[in-house]
């Protein structure tokens, strides 16, 4: 189900809100790991920038 979460946060059809939250903090984790914050928009800290 995380991985449906962060998926869907990527595409942009669900928010972090819309995650229940027992499943939350792993979602969070996961975008975080791919460089991602919680709205699935790249960090800064990982020196991405968009065109």
């Known amino acids: ?3 449906l979460y ?3 946060i990527i595409a942009g ?3 972090i809100d819309q995650v229940p ?3 939350r ?5 996961d975008l975080n790991a ?3 914050d919680e709205n699935g928009e790249p960090m800064e800290d990982y020196g ?3 065109n």
């Open 1 to 3: 189900m995380v991985d």
């Open 6 to 8: 962060v998926a869907l």
């Open 13 to 15: 059809r669900r928010t």
């Open 21 to 23: 939250a027992k499943f």
């Open 25 to 29: 903090e792993a979602v969070i984790a």
């Open 34 to 36: 791919l460089g991602l």
């Open 48 to 50: 991405v920038t968009s």
